[in-house]
């Protein structure tokens, strides 16, 4: 799919949130080290997202629309 600059950031953006609130949610009701990983399948989920959108960024920047 093609998207622009903008909608990319935005959709980013969002899974960042997204991801951000499941961490704390998880934090919140379970007992974390400081420097734990949380991997949950909601979580990765959200990574993997993360990372999709990366690549289509990737698309737009070699293609030199950026």
């Known amino acids: 799919m093609d998207y622009t600059k903008e909608e ?3 959709l980013y953006r969002a899974s960042f949130i997204r991801k ?3 961490v704390k949610e ?3 009701t ?3 080290p400081s420097r734990g990983t949380i ?3 909601e979580i990765e989920a959200e ?3 993360m990372k999709r959108l ?3 960024y990737c698309k737009l920047r070699d ?3 950026l």
Request: charged share 40%.
């Open 8 to 10: 990319l950031q935005e």
């Open 20 to 22: 951000e609130e499941l």
């Open 26 to 28: 998880y934090r919140r």
């Open 30 to 32: 379970h007992k974390v």
């Open 39 to 41: 991997s949950t399948p």
């Open 47 to 49: 990574n993997a997202e």
């Open 54 to 56: 990366f690549g289509e």
């Open 63 to 65: 293609k030199g629309l």
